[in-house]
């Protein structure tokens, strides 16, 4: 069998954690996940890692290492109040360091957004949420770092 070497052991160690909404059946949702995937893929692909909820939740041992071994260092991106994101990380155990609400954020830009309409194919007024979603989580890992 072979062992597992350190750098391996601890690739997650030290990152943060986007943990985005999985509402696939509104609007919210896909503005929560294209948002974590700006924030993951283009403005700090080195510092972040993208939770898979699913997996997360079925115990696949990628995703629950990511919150296990950076607990103070999750940003959940919930699409509405509901907060499933952040209920289910509390029920595992885990409490999201930041959380930003989608639809609080789509109030805060002054915009109306149908919760269904733009669900597969997000228009210019949700690609602008999805900016202002990443912009926050960005400030919100910029804080983080601050207490660090």
Do not use: W
Request: some cysteine.
């Amino acid at each position: 069998m072979l062992r597992e070497s350190s750098m391996e052991k601890h690739k997650f160690l030290g990152k943060f954690v986007i943990a985005p909404c999985s509402g696939d059946g509104q609007t919210v949702g896909t503005v929560s996940r294209q948002a974590a995937y700006v924030v993951v893929d283009k403005i700090m692909p080195n510092e972040t890692l993208l939770l898979c909820l699913p997996a997360f939740v079925t115990g696949v041992e990628e995703d629950v290492k990511m919150v296990r071994e950076n607990p103070n260092r999750v940003i959940a991106i919930e699409g509405c109040d509901r907060k499933c994101m952040s209920k289910i990380l509390e029920g595992q155990g885990y409490k999201p360091a930041e959380t930003i609400i989608v639809s609080h954020t789509i109030k805060e830009m002054g915009l109306k957004i149908d919760r269904i309409k733009n669900r597969a194919r997000l228009g210019t007024k949700e690609e602008r949420v999805v900016l202002e979603v990443a912009n926050r989580a960005v400030e919100a890992i910029k804080k983080l770092k601050s207490r660090s």
